[in-house]
């Protein structure tokens, strides 16, 4: 969690009940989603253990402690080697990227891009669908990300993007000329 959100955090924990503590740091910056996932990640369900208020005059979020919450403490990834991550992003067409884990530690997953075949092809409509090809690496080069939680889902930041995990269904993909 970035510092000026685990301040946000730190003032909710100390917060009176019913109290509304502001998500915005001293910066201006507002840490609304960052805040709300920080407290989906440590177990609490909104509208029991908390509520957000949106202040349409000052254009700020405010979280309402309702019940206790205890300091927060950073998730541990289930990640495993043999998972598959996506990666999604394009311009003038869609790009899909597939990744496989080969091995983990507590802060970090080390992937491999593998190759992903086309489950449909449109060669008229330039568009289709593809999927990963489990060990079938296309390259030697290991990529060490560290994942992050993102409305209670695991992923990692790519050069373009961010990636996901890989449910086994198709994913669309569509190319330019």
Not at 1 to 11: G, L, T
Not at 19 to 25: A, D, G, K, M
Not at 29 to 36: D, K, W
Not at 88 to 111: E, M, R
Request: glycine share 8%.
């Amino acid at each position: 969690m970035k510092k000026c959100a685990s301040e946000i955090y730190n003032k909710i924990v100390s917060a009176n009940f019913g109290e509304l503590v502001s998500t915005r740091h001293n910066n201006g910056m507002n840490y609304a989603q960052t805040i709300e996932d920080a407290l989906r990640q440590q177990g609490y369900k909104k509208g029991v253990e908390f509520d957000s208020v949106f202040d349409w005059g000052t254009c700020q979020t405010y979280i309402k402690k309702l019940d206790t919450i205890r300091p927060y403490s950073e998730p541990r990834h289930n990640l495993k080697p043999g998972d598959i991550f996506y990666n999604s992003w394009g311009y003038d067409q869609t790009n899909i990227d597939f990744y496989q884990v080969v091995s983990t530690t507590d802060k970090t997953v080390t992937l491999r891009q593998i190759k992903g075949g086309f489950k449909d092809y449109n060669d008229y409509q330039m568009s289709g669908s593809k999927v990963a090809i489990k060990d079938n690496f296309s390259s030697d080069e290991l990529i060490r990300k560290t994942p992050y939680l993102f409305m209670n889902e695991w992923r990692v930041s790519f050069e373009y993007g961010a990636g996901s995990l890989w449910d086994g269904r198709p994913m669309s993909c569509s190319w330019y000329a």
